[in-house]
């Protein structure tokens, strides 16, 4: 077991301080002749009282038992927790772009308004939509975006429809962002391959439905390979087709979603483009649409414009564009969470054309390679092949005594964190993983040796698995009520 670290107070000693101050050396004003007496402590505030080698060891130490992606590996399914590297890091802290201040002059940001610009043109090439906004903050936030956007465009044309279809495969967010805007959320089962079921689909589309909401690849790391009719079945009940594009990893540099008629995309930065996400920072969710679309789109849109300069000479220059009517308007202020577009940048840029087929070429092989080692201990419900994420159920697991829960945890003792359980919803007691590319061939092997000990140990002595961690500062905690009764101060 590792040894528990103790709180801050309890290595308090009095008289014990990091620093004294020096003297003063202007006169001395007693605090309560410029702060209200409201204002002011009745007594003293309880810190611990400690050197500062105390306080630096107590929160390296602390530092140090989190788990985090440049210390360990996230086989997350659905979250892409992907290497970030730190060239991307310097990018965002330069001086340049620190220092702006979004209500400065666009004059004053030329350079910046140009980076936007310039990712946006990016993002059209790699999804083949024909323009996007980049202010949403996140992926559900592109989707409420795009459900805004689909309310505009339809009663732009005089059509009031309220129902949005979303297959069982698909994100579990889509639904609520559905909901959020007003519309009537209809769900459509998978068919036995674990992809949209056409037949149920033509059924379910009525002239009620403003449009089909999809994640291609879906949640079971399949490519929706009717993608193209479901799109016309859509397009021919006069609806939209929304797709999640949080799975994009799988498909850059080979497939573009727009080229394959879908209406509105959003994409994640914080996932397929290498910006933090989860604890790591903000993310950012921008919403790629059709040219039907465009007019809809959130202002400001940041525009480049041709002007003659002083000395004849052709210049272009950024504006920030509000006179779109049919706009949606603002969905974030200012424009969007531009550190994380100063990195994902960045990251494409480092990459290149070549670079960027490359992602996801690794990433479905490094699935396939772990699937594939993987196969012959775990149940594998949909499909033999996936693309860059897999799901797998333990319920042969269940039935011996330990449950995906239980795998996560002992996952733990190994070094590894959990893969995503009990998602989706349609697999029984599921794992959903998801390597990405930037995990190396012998960590892949690392991460499979584990799980199939615990797949063994299940077989032979389930209660080694059920009861653990055993490595880790807290072992299993009563979870349910960690979240009802949550200890949030010192006592």
């Not at 579990?172 to 519309?183: E, H, I, K, M, V």
């Amino acid at each position: 077991m590792h040894q528990a670290e103790p709180l801050i107070f309890e290595k308090s000693s009095p008289g014990r301080r990091c620093f004294i101050l020096p003297a003063c050396d202007v006169p001395e004003k007693p605090v309560t002749s410029f702060l209200p007496q409201k204002m002011l402590r009745k007594q003293e505030a309880q810190l611990p009282e400690v050197s500062e080698i105390d306080v630096v060891r107590h929160f390296t130490r602390l530092s140090q038992m989190n788990f985090c992606v440049d210390t360990n590996f996230y086989p997350l399914g659905s979250c892409t927790m992907k290497y970030n590297p730190r060239i991307n890091e310097d990018a965002a802290r330069m001086e340049g772009f620190t220092k702006l201040h979004p209500y400065q002059p666009v004059e004053q940001c030329q350079g910046m308004l140009k980076l936007l610009y310039d990712l946006e043109q990016i993002l059209k090439d790699i999804s083949g939509m024909s323009a996007f906004t980049l202010q949403p903050a996140a992926g559900a936030h592109g989707e409420l975006t795009g459900m805004l956007i689909i309310r505009a465009y339809l009663e732009k044309k005089g059509e009031h429809r309220h129902k949005i279809i979303i297959p069982d495969s698909a994100h579990g967010t889509n639904p609520a962002s559905a909901a959020l805007c007003g519309y009537e959320v209809e769900s459509i089962q998978s068919n036995a391959s674990g992809l949209v079921d056409i037949e149920k689909l033509k059924a379910a589309f009525t002239h009620d439905t403003a449009a089909l909401m999809i994640t291609n690849p879906n949640t079971l790391g399949l490519f929706e390979k009717d993608i193209l009719e479901i799109c016309k079945i859509a397009h021919d009940a006069g609806g939209l087709v929304y797709c999640d594009g949080a799975n994009m990893n799988a498909l850059l540099g080979i497939a573009r979603l727009g080229d394959m008629g879908v209406d509105i995309l959003h994409l994640n930065l914080h996932k397929t483009f290498s910006t933090p996400h989860g604890g790591g920072g903000p993310g950012a969710g921008p919403i790629g649409v059709t040219e039907a679309l465009k007019p809809f789109l959130p202002v400001p849109r940041i525009e480049m414009v041709d002007t003659l300069t002083a000395e004849d000479t052709a210049e272009n220059i950024y504006i920030l564009n509000y006179a779109h009517p049919d706009s949606i308007g603002k969905v974030r202020a200012f424009y969007g969470h531009i550190g994380m577009m100063i990195r994902a940048y960045t990251y494409l840029l480092s990459l290149g054309k070549e670079g960027v087929c490359k992602v996801s070429e690794y990433a479905v092989l490094n699935a396939n390679y772990l699937l594939h080692k993987l196969k012959n201990h775990y149940d594998i419900p949909y499909g033999k092949t996936c693309m860059h994420e897999f799901v797998i159920s333990a319920k042969k697991q269940k039935q011996k005594g330990a449950s995906a829960l239980d795998i996560a945890k002992k996952l733990l003792d190994y070094g590894f964190h959990a893969p995503t359980i009990y998602f989706p919803l349609i697999v029984e007691e599921a794992l959903m993983i998801e390597p990405t590319e930037t995990e190396s061939r012998e960590t892949l092997d690392a991460f499979a040796a584990a799980m199939i000990r615990i797949a063994e140990d299940i077989e032979q002595q389930p209660e080694l698995v059920r009861n653990t961690p055993q490595t880790t500062p807290i072992g299993r905690p009563d979870e349910v009520k960690a979240a009802r009764e949550p200890k949030l101060r010192w006592e």
